[in-house]
């Protein structure tokens, strides 16, 4: 199992360095306009680092042949998983935004850990089998944990939205001669950080992280001060938004911790 972990995250690592440090904004470009060279060097690239990683830490993986014949069936997979993602993109069926990147990125987990699994001596599915089941033995106070952030993160945003609606609609028929607005939607996603960064602040029992979140808001709000409803709409969804995190900070204590403690 050791070495199937050493392995997976060898190959991941060039995964990771191929598509985010090497591969420049000029060579996506010319993948996205079918250029086959470019397919080539990305290619290369993400070769050549699987092999030296794969073989650094893997003593000897090296110099067999199957390591070779994995890493190119990998690359090979790969490739193909770009070229369709920019198909997919250009005829608008999946769009080139976040669902298209995480779907992307997930089937290429899956490829590594696959290409993984293949160069892992004596890795049969049984292996796989009992690491299921340890799984299985996670405690019910743990399995609360996704629950809480995604309730308190998504569900705690759209129960805000609804409370505040109201407001925004006077708001937009103050502003609506006014140009140059906020990116739509930023306060969903401003949201959503923020109750993340409340909830783990609060799980490790750093509080005063709450303090620097607000100041942080502030001041990215501050020139649109000057108008009191915005005022008071701005402080009344983050107040609410605290509020809901805090709670659902309460909450994550109590399951993980066992108590709610506020240290100085």
């Known amino acids: 199992m050791q070495i199937f972990f050493r392995t997976f995250l060898a190959i991941y690592l060039a995964h990771l360095l191929t598509d985010f440090v090497f591969q420049t904004p000029r060579l996506v470009e010319q993948k996205r306009r079918g250029k086959p060279f470019a397919y080539f060097l990305h290619g290369l690239t993400h070769y050549l680092a699987a092999v030296i990683l794969v073989s650094f830490f893997i003593t000897g993986s090296g110099l067999l042949l199957r390591t070779h014949v994995v890493l190119l069936a990998l690359i090979f997979a790969h490739l193909l998983l770009d070229f369709a993602k920019i198909r997919l993109a250009r ?13 992307d990125q997930f089937l290429h987990f899956l490829s590594v850990a696959l290409a993984a699994w293949l160069l892992s001596p004596g890795m049969l ?137 506020v240290t100085e």
């Open 125 to 261: 599915f049984a292996d796989l089998a009992g690491l299921l089941d340890q799984g299985r033995k996670i405690p019910s106070r743990l399995l609360a944990v996704p629950a809480i952030y995604i309730g308190v993160i998504f569900g705690g945003g759209y129960l805000i939205r609804s409370l505040t609606r109201p407001l925004s609609e006077n708001l937009k028929l103050d502003q609506r001669e006014k140009s140059g607005g906020p990116m739509q939607n930023a306060g969903l996603y401003i949201g959503w950080l923020e109750r993340f960064l409340l909830l783990t602040a609060l799980l490790m029992q750093s509080p005063g992280t709450a303090g620097l979140i607000l100041a942080a808001k502030a001041i990215a709000r501050y020139p649109e001060f000057k108008s009191e409803r915005f005022a008071e709409y701005f402080l009344i969804g983050t107040l609410l938004s605290f509020s809901i995190a805090v709670l659902g900070g309460v909450l994550l204590a109590k399951v993980v911790l066992g108590q709610f403690h």
């Open 91 to 103: 005829k608008a069926f999946l769009g080139d935004g976040t669902i298209a990147y995480v779907s």
